[in-house]
């Protein structure tokens, strides 16, 4: 169960000042939980800093790195090519990271419990390249090519450098987190509250 300590907090839902609110719905057990996907990472060859841990819960982003210039991301699904992204980067994200990077990209928000995953380009040159939602059972290939030897991966907060021969397989992890949700709580709420949807002094009459 999430607690917000921070700013946005769409995952930690209770606030400081409902700690005692939330943890007496816990011990009523007048809470539900949401099954949260999670994202794997496969690279060949392996990268060592992903190692032990190869999964993301929010996004798995590709970046370019100590440079101006753009990469390429070639990216396939289930083995058919789809589009070569000319961009600073490509995220992608699950439900839980989609109001996160991939929103602040104009990617599109998606309930936890869709079965879905989001590509979403980072300031692509390609101007017609838009986010697109795919299913999470599909398998992503990327190959990247810069003019700079290497690139960054990142998952969630971890981060490491790739050489960009390397190739890179994601797909949905085989388990998922489980989040409480205090029965008082709901995402659409949340969504309202975080991002002030219906804020306007023209709905105060309605």
Known sequence: MGINTGRLGFLAIVQKNEIEQAIELLLNNDYSIQERTLLEIETDPKIKAFEEIDFALNEITIARRNTTSMIGVKTYLNGEYLTNYWADGLIISTPTGSTGYSLSCEGPVILPDSKSIVITPIAPHNLNARPIVIPDETIIELEVSAREKDFLITLDSRIATANKKIKIKIRKAPFTI????????????????????GEDTRNESL
């Open 178 to 197: 489980k989040s409480i949700l205090p029965n008082n709580e709901s995402y659409l709420k949340t969504l309202r509250s975080k991002l002030l949807w």
